[in-house]
């Protein structure tokens, strides 16, 4: 299993950029995919998830209304769109695939996911 992302980059405060992430050695339409982030000297935190079909999401407070998360299954691939970034989004992303529903109880916890992508870095600054 291969999760490839990629996207990242420099961009100015108020600015967007969109992630992707392309599955492969899966069948996609089958893992709940989900992103998430590491700040230099902090853990990782949860950013968004979707379910299988992409048909419902969820997100972190820091990003709702700013982030959105969606699917293409038939590409095999789960994207982050970014809008109004802020400095504190600067981070390293990361995407990641659970093999079970997507449930309340687990979507937003790092060691429920099976698999997980290499990281694009993110910097917000002017």
């Known amino acids: 299993v291969q999760l490839q992302a990629s996207g990242g980059g420099l961009v100015q405060p108020g600015g967007s950029l969109r992630l992707s992430c392309e599955a492969s050695?899966?069948?996609?339409?089958?893992?709940?995919m989900g992103w998430f982030r590491q700040a230099p000297g902090k853990e990782r935190e949860f950013v968004a998830a979707i379910t299988r079909d992409g048909g419902s999401a969820a997100y972190a407070d820091s990003v709702k209304g700013r982030f959105t998360i969606s699917r293409d299954n038939a590409k095999n691939t789960v994207y982050l769109q970014m809008n109004s970034l802020k400095p504190e989004d600067t981070a390293v992303y990361y995407c990641a695939a659970d093999s079970a529903p997507f449930s309340r109880g687990r979507y937003y916890r790092p060691n429920e996911y099976d698999f997980w992508g290499q990281g694009t870095l993110v910097t917000v600054s002017s």
């Open positions: 050695g899966l069948t996609f339409s089958r893992w709940t």
